[in-house]
């Protein structure tokens, strides 16, 4: 997975005050490997792609903004309260991280070496796409640049000392433009390609560890990532200890904040809460030496019932008697990456077909760098079916993005063609009519305000087959449904309620004091029974 942190000036020696150390000490911990730079903005400051020199050379770039050996003030210096970097987190999947600390010398070599393959491919990706500025008043004109500046640092372990295999790349946010001047990262189109990278970091892994050590990886889940078959399910809940912290944690807040909304939070509010959680539950970064690690790591497995040798040679076997399927066409992949993206979303961009195309790669021994090359030649590939509609652009900011061109899936253009078709032919057709007289003498005393009077008048007494309700939140949308569905029980019609969730669901009943379910389950119940169009009743 790839999961990110924004740097501050004062936050840059790891963003908070549980980090009892400098940044070196941190970074560069007892036992890690000795930092890298890398990125295509390296040459501009008279950096290679080699060893992190000293903690001076951060402290310049992400703490005061200068030239890492002549100190020259690079742009604009940092605010306050400014974003000086971003920190990448690039996380190998928990059995590669097991196994890793498992294996002997050369697999353990083997599989780093692996991980640090993806990361750079991963970073390459961002390079190419993510490391646009903005100049002019509000940014008005997105430019180019020279490339991105990072330092990468590899480390074993998590908070709870599990075995987590796993790379902090800090991506500083200037950039040396065409013009030579340096500005900040246009960060929208850094946090448009995250997704996306981190799906590649995943692709090329698995192709990288096929490649190197012909181990098997299950099914890429929805977010492109797999684990190694054979690895035992109970080692791997045993060393992911900040996952049992974190999990109780962001559940009670997500409980107390939908309660106190009266909704169930969109995805990306579940993620900011999760990500508060992450933080909140963080315990002080500790380092100690690989031996005592490793001995650890080994008493603890053993303690609960594992030993190396039985899950090596179970990995081993797993890897022997997998059924290896031809690997999917380049066509299939790129049909089956549109899909998903439609799926996902009404309109996608390239990041998000990018993103699914690495999902479905196979792991037949592509390097890292052949991954990425594949994914970019079979978005294109993707974006040129029938299936994807060019829709135009989003615009993000002031001006266009090169990143705003969008796309929609063919089928969801055509579905939502037939509904409006649908809506317009239904329109005053006489759906749901409540007579005029009940409506008047219904409403009088119902407590509603004006504008909720006049939505359950519309949706009561102007016959529509499709009438959309929309207002603000905390503006009564289901409190006006209630008083509709009073009305429409009233006149005999039968109200059926339909939630995107089972919470939702249950707050709908509540309100309009009937039955309501999750539109999921509704559609399930009836196809198993035959009862839509298309599908046959179960036997």
């Not at 310049?60 to 030239?67: G, S, V």
């Not at 800090?170 to 040396?176: D, T």
């Not at 031996?291 to 030993?307: D, N, S, T, V």
Request: glycine residues 10%; aromatic residues 6%; hydrophobic residues 45%.
């Amino acid at each position: 997975m790839l999961s990110s942190a924004k740097i501050g000036t004062s936050s840059w020696r790891y963003y908070t005050n549980s980090a009892p150390c400098a940044a070196t000490e941190y970074y560069l911990g007892v036992g890690e490997a000795p930092g890298y730079w890398h990125g295509r903005g390296l040459a501009a400051l008279g950096l290679e792609p080699g060893a992190v020199g000293s903690e001076a050379q951060l402290e310049a770039l992400f703490a005061r903004a200068l030239h890492p050996s002549t100190r020259e003030q690079l742009g604009r210096a940092w605010r306050s309260d400014g974003v000086t970097g971003f920190d990448l987190t690039f996380s190998a999947p928990k059995s590669v991280s097991a196994l890793w600390a498992w294996g002997d010398s050369g697999t353990a070599w083997e599989l780093r070496a692996a991980h640090k393959a993806a990361v750079a491919a991963a970073l390459g990706y961002l390079d190419a796409h993510a490391s646009a500025s903005r100049r002019g008043v509000d940014g008005v004109e997105q430019v180019g640049s020279a490339g991105l500046v990072a330092a990468c640092f590899d480390h074993r372990t998590s908070r709870c000392a599990d075995p987590q295999l796993h790379t902090h790349a800090l991506v500083l946010n200037k950039v040396q433009c065409a013009d030579g001047v340096w500005r900040s990262l246009d960060a929208t189109e850094l946090f448009g390609h995250k997704k996306s990278a981190g799906m590649i970091y995943q692709a090329a892994l698995r192709s990288e560890i096929t490649s190197r050590l012909g181990l098997v990886f299950d099914t890429a889940d929805t977010h492109g990532q797999a684990e190694i078959i054979g690895v035992p399910s109970g080692l791997l809940k045993l060393w992911s200890k900040r996952t049992a912290q974190i999990t109780p944690e962001a559940a009670g807040k997500i409980a107390e904040y939908e309660q106190s909304l009266g909704r169930s939070l969109t995805s990306g509010e579940r993620a900011a809460v999760t990500k508060t959680a992450v933080l909140k539950t963080r315990p002080g970064k500790t380092h100690q030496h690989p031996m005592a690690l490793a001995e650890g790591w080994a008493a603890e497995a053993a303690a609960a019932g594992y030993h190396r040798e039985d899950v090596v040679a179970g990995v081993q076997e797993a890897a022997r008697q997998a059924v290896r399927q031809p690997p999917a066409s380049g066509a299939a992949i790129a049909v089956a990456a549109i899909q998903a993206a439609a799926g996902l979303r009404s309109t996608f961009s390239r990041a998000d077909v990018a993103g699914q195309v690495a999902a479905r790669l196979p792991g037949d021994g592509r390097s890292a760098q052949e991954v990425v090359a594949t994914v970019e030649r079979l978005t294109d590939e993707a974006l040129e079916l029938d299936a994807a509609v060019s829709v135009g652009s989003h615009p993000r900011g002031v001006t266009a993005r090169a990143s705003d061109a969008r796309w929609a899936g063919a089928t969801v253009l055509a579905a939502e063609a037939r509904v409006l078709s649908l809506a317009e032919r239904g329109r005053a057709a006489g759906y749901g009519l409540v007579h005029p007289a009940v409506l008047i003498t219904s409403l009088a005393d119902t407590g509603l305000d004006a504008d909720q009077h006049a939505a359950v008048r519309a949706l009561a007494g102007d016959g529509d087959f499709v009438s959309v309700l929309t207002a603000p939140a905390g503006a009564g949308k289901t409190v006006t449904l209630g008083a509709a569905a009073r009305l429409w029980r009233g006149e005999g019609y039968r109200v059926i309620g339909l939630a995107p969730s089972a919470r939702a669901a249950a707050e709908l009943a509540s309100a309009t004091g009937g039955t309501a379910d999750t539109l999921a389950k509704w559609i399930h119940d009836h196809r198993r029974r035959g009862l839509l169009p298309g599908h046959e009743r179960a036997r």
